[in-house]
């Protein structure tokens, strides 16, 4: 392995809670340092919660300068690889026992102070909701939810107005089980909207109107869902392609691409050759880092 590329996330971090004097929702910052150190107190073995079908677990947490460094493992206790001999053989992982598993690392830097939380996100990395679930069964309060909310460019979603003909979408979703309920509300409205449509819609999920045969002004229906769907943070591709008006051209756009995130290449050097992997020690040295340069950015752009 020459190099590899990891992408990193970035979410401000909310609360939504009941007011009972009010008698509504409401939704504000949410500062974590408490539950987080809290859970320092917490034996590693009862430090676990669901991630889709595995189980997770915040593995380690120390605090460093002010932030709060974690290392969560996913758990993979089924569906196991074969061991593959490059002279041809194949055999199984047949010395683990049922308390056993492959844990995929995933690390996560959280500023109590601007209450963001930036996480290492690969193709086995915790979907951002099972993290905020897992500081929501930790509070325990009735009504209370933990969000972590994309850190969105202030002009992302300007390039996607409610006057624009919507003629399709594209949306893909990593973990549609543990995405908002908003998400989930909207896409069934999505579905639900096309019957307003007097001309054929396909979806895969994909939805669009026919190619041949709509007219100009045609279009369908769904821009608050589409805006609901960009902040989820399962959400990793919303391209909408669209029209300014009638008499304009098909242009496209993606709203996700205006969400705050870097890559970063690490070489050769940076792999641990036991693990053949890089270690959570490496990647969260790396985060502080690049959170450092983002964190002005953060507090003056982005929302």
């Known amino acids: 392995m020459m190099s ?22 409401e939704e504000r910052l949410c500062n974590l340092d408490e539950v987080i150190r809290g859970a320092q107190d917490i034996h590693v073995a009862d430090r676990v919660f669901s991630a889709g079908n595995d189980r997770a677990r915040l593995q380690d947490i120390q605090e ?37 598993g492959f844990g995929e690392e995933v690390s996560a830097l959280f500023d109590p102070e601007n209450c963001v939380i930036m996480v290492r996100r690969n193709m086995f990395s915790l979907p951002p909701s099972s993290i905020a679930s897992f500081f929501t069964s930790l509070i325990d309060e009735i009504g209370f939810t933990v969000l972590f909310k994309p850190l969105v460019h202030p002009s992302s979603m300007q390039l996607l107005k409610h006057d624009h003909l919507i003629r399709s979408a594209e949306i893909s979703i990593a973990d549609v089980k ?27 999920f994909k939805i669009g109107l026919a190619q041949k045969g709509s007219k100009k002004h045609s279009r369908v229906p769904i821009y608050e869902e589409l805006r609901a769907i960009a902040n989820d943070p399962n959400a990793n591709k919303v391209e909408v392609k669209l029209k300014e008006n009638e008499n304009k051209n098909v242009e496209t ?32 040295n790396k985060m502080r880092l690049l959170y450092e340069r983002r964190v002005d950015e953060i507090n003056n752009i982005y929302e």
Request: aromatic residues 10%.
């Open 4 to 25: 590899k590329r990891v992408k990193f996330d970035y979410f401000k971090v909310y609360a939504r809670s009941y007011d009972q004097i009010r008698d509504v929702m």
């Open 253 to 284: 756009i993606d709203l996700i691409e205006h969400r705050l995130y870097d890559i970063h290449s690490f070489s050769k050097l940076d792999i641990n050759r036991e693990s053949r992997n890089i270690l959570h020690e490496t990647v969260i």
């Open 178 to 204: 543990n995405t908002s309920t908003e998400t989930k509300r909207s896409l069934g409205q999505i579905l639900s909207r096309t019957e307003s449509i007097k001309e054929p819609v396909n979806i895969q």
């Open 64 to 100: 460093n300068n002010g932030k709060w460094e974690m290392h969560f493992i996913r758990i993979r206790k089924d569906n196991f690889p074969l061991k593959a001999h490059d002279n041809g053989d194949v055999s199984f992982f047949d010395d683990m026992d049922e308390a056993e």
